[in-house]
């Protein structure tokens, strides 16, 4: 709609139409009686805080480290800019939405905080929060993984003692939060190896799905055990490792035996 522009003479034939004025062109220049008070002011206005003296939004840039183990919580390092002494630290659940607030947290510079997070906050994927206490806040892009590290149901140590050339199936088991599945893997190179097999290396396969361990015994010239770690890698990319060892028999008896 068209305005009637008026001027000090009066009423002119000219019109103001509401594409002449947007936001960023409003001054005290262009307002009737010069001066700008809050019913001028469209409620959807962006006012920078620094007009209202509540002072800048505080930024999250990073914060280290990026996974927690919530059965013991821990120390995460927030990097930013605009923090103020001392800002509230939260954790909100992506999927929930339910928050977990940091037990302590330290002020070491407006660039950077180190919060403590609580266990026991229940697993999941998380927001970081930093709320200033003027209650400016903001909330980080990356995101927190809180969960339990995987758990091994297979004690460490021996796996079994198996003849020279002997079939070999045994299995080793871990889960993940509430019972999730895991995958298995070897950081050593032992047991899946074929490097220096009968000497260190056994040339077995292990199911990365299942745990299982296959394959023929090496045809070990003396009695050898060979120790190995397998890693159990979780959903949420949480690792636990152990150790274990099988022994190769050599001599009269080449019937295997478990422990």
Do not use: C, H
Request: aromatic share 6%; hydrophobic share 35%; proline share 3%.
């Amino acid at each position: 709609m068209a305005l009637t522009k008026i001027t000090g003479s009066g009423i002119s034939n000219s019109a103001v139409t509401t594409a002449k004025i947007n936001d960023s062109a409003v001054t005290t220049a262009k307002i009737a009686d010069g001066t700008i008070v809050n019913a001028d002011i469209n409620a959807g206005a962006a006012i920078d805080t620094t007009k209202t003296g509540l002072g800048s939004f505080p930024t999250i840039t990073s914060f280290t480290p990026t996974t927690l183990d919530d059965d013991t919580g821990g120390n995460i390092t927030i990097t930013g800019t605009n923090f103020t002494s001392i800002p509230e630290v939260t954790i909100v659940n992506t999927s929930t939405g339910s928050i977990t607030t940091a037990s302590a947290v330290t002020f070491t510079s407006s660039t950077t905080l180190t919060a403590a997070i609580p266990s026991g906050g229940g697993s999941g994927v998380y927001k970081v929060r930093v709320q200033n206490p003027n209650g400016l806040a903001a909330q980080s892009g990356d995101s927190l993984t809180y969960s339990s590290n995987p758990n091994w149901v297979t004690a460490s140590g021996s796996l079994g003692t198996f003849a020279a050339g002997a079939s070999i199936s045994t299995s080793v088991l871990a889960y993940g939060d509430d019972s999730t599945s895991v995958t298995y893997s070897e950081t050593t190179s032992v047991l899946t190896s074929n490097s220096d097999t009968p000497n260190s290396t056994m040339n077995l396969t292990l199911n990365s799905s299942t745990g299982a361990i296959t394959g023929t015994a090496p045809a070990a010239t003396a009695q050898t055990t060979y120790n190995f770690t397998i890693r159990a890698t979780d959903a949420e990319s949480q690792t636990a490792d152990r150790a274990f060892s099988i022994t190769v028999s050599v001599g009269i008896n080449n019937a295997g035996q478990f422990n």
